[in-house]
């Protein structure tokens, strides 16, 4: 079956530099959200998309800017990169709650390893 | 949303059954919990969800007793890859915004 695509895996960036990292949801999901998991941290959400709309933005820097596309791809831009924006970051896509009969169930991507030196 | 304590680790051996317990004392009434597993650099990934009495799917079991104020996720005869950060999170079944809470999960280690 067809799951989250993320590009690329790993991505090493210097400070002050920017990044795009790219998602590529399941056919058919109408939801993308982002996550960030530090080192031995938490997945911890950042923002997410409805139909190509904002829907939900949780704890992302200003620096950080997403969208989604009309093919329902979705991006994250980094810019200004610091040392503390090192971490994996995950894209996951879901049907809302219609569809598979559970509530809200996220598929996640295999993330990018954001290095930022 | 209710907050969700679970032990930081555990350990078993392969062959096992393993039971990690999650506390939520203020679930709501609309509040469903769902269990997902994590394996190092890897997204996390669905396990098993319920709203209350017991769920069992093809991996695991979900035990979640009349208050509601707890649950325990049931691993039968445990093997290596087994071996995961697993996280209970609480959602809200009339929320239409769908970002999943990770609080601070549970490493299973098991041992051969």
């Known amino acids: 079956a067809a799951g989250v695509i993320q590009s690329p895996r790993h991505l090493i960036k210097e400070k002050r530099e920017t990044a795009t990292l790219k998602c590529y949801p399941i056919p058919r999901h109408d939801t993308v959200y982002w996550y960030q998991q530090g080192p031995g941290q938490d997945p911890q959400f950042l923002i997410s998309f409805y139909e190509k709309m904002q829907s939900d933005k949780g704890s992302i820097p200003d620096r950080f800017s997403a969208q989604q596309f009309s093919d329902y791809h979705s991006e994250l831009n980094m810019s200004s990169l610091e040392l503390g924006d090192s971490a994996l970051y995950f894209c996951?896509?879901?049907?809302?709650?219609?569809?598979?009969?559970?509530?809200?169930?996220?598929?996640f991507g295999p993330g990018t390893r954001l290095t930022v030196l | 949303l209710a907050k969700t304590t679970q032990p930081i680790s555990m350990d078993s051996y392969e062959g096992q059954e393993v039971n990690i317990t999650c506390s939520h004392n203020n679930i709501a009434t609309n509040d469903y919990i769902t269990w997902y597993q994590q394996f190092p650099s890897q997204g996390p990934r669905f396990i098993i969800q319920g709203y209350k009495t017991k769920v069992t799917n093809e991996v695991a079991s979900l035990f979640i007793p009349a208050d509601r104020k707890s649950s325990t996720l049931s691993l039968p005869r445990v093997s290596l890859s087994d071996t995961a950060v697993y996280y209970c999170?609480?959602?809200?079944?009339?929320?239409?915004?769908?970002?999943?809470?990770f609080g601070r999960g549970t490493q299973l280690t098991v041992w051969p």
């Open positions: 996951a896509s879901s049907l809302g709650t219609s569809g598979t009969g559970r509530y809200n169930e996220q598929f």
């Open positions: 999170l609480v959602g809200d079944r009339g929320s239409t915004l769908g970002r999943l809470y």
